[in-house]
C-alpha cells in the first residue's frame, strides 16, 4: 500500500519521521471559532521535511485513506503533546500554518544560547 500512497503518513508512521527530523506542520482547514470556553475549527496535520521538498499528510489508516482532521484545539494540542512537542502554536484563520519541531529536534533560533553579560 506504500507504493500506491507515498504521501500519507499515519499516526505511527508520522513518529518514524520526526526521528528523521521532519516536521509537523499544523494547517487551519476551516478558521476557529469560539462557542463557550472552547474553540473549534478544522485543522489537518502534514509532516514536512525541513528542506520543504517531502510532505506527507496524516492519515487515520493506510487501508482508509481518510485525513486525520481535528475539530478542538484541546484534541490538536494533546496529540501534538503525544507527539512530544513542548510548545503547540495553533493558526486561527484559514489557510494557516505552523510548524512544530519533533523531540530532541528544535530549530536552531530556539535551542542556541544566549551570552548575557553582566553590566
Keep these: 500500500m506504500?507504493?500506491?500512497a507515498p504521501n500519507?503518513?499515519?499516526?505511527?508512521?508520522?513518529?518514524?519521521?520526526?526521528?528523521?527530523?521532519y516536521l509537523i506542520e499544523v494547517v487551519c482547514k476551516e478558521g476557529a471559532e469560539k462557542r463557550h470556553n472552547s474553540w473549534y475549527g478544522t485543522w489537518v496535520v502534514r509532516a514536512v521535511a525541513e528542506d520543504g521538498?517531502?510532505?506527507k499528510?496524516?492519515?487515520?489508516?493506510?487501508s482508509y485513506l481518510k485525513v486525520r482532521e481535528f475539530k478542538t484545539i484541546v484534541g490538536?494540542?494533546?496529540?501534538?503533546?503525544d507527539m512530544g512537542c513542548t510548545t503547540a502554536s495553533i493558526p486561527l484563520v484559514e489557510g494557516a500554518r505552523e510548524r512544530h519541531a519533533a523531540p530532541?529536534?528544535?530549530?536552531?533560533?530556539?535551542?542556541?544560547?544566549?551570552?548575557?553579560?553582566?553590566?
Design 2 to 4: 506504500i507504493e500506491e
Design 8 to 21: 500519507v503518513v499515519t499516526e505511527d508512521g508520522l513518529r518514524g519521521l520526526l526521528v528523521e527530523n
Design 53 to 55: 521538498r517531502a510532505d
Design 57 to 62: 499528510m496524516l492519515v487515520t489508516s493506510r
Design 76 to 81: 490538536l494540542v494533546s496529540f501534538l503533546a
Design 104 to 119: 530532541g529536534h528544535m530549530p536552531e533560533s530556539r535551542t542556541d544560547p544566549v551570552l548575557v553579560k553582566d553590566n
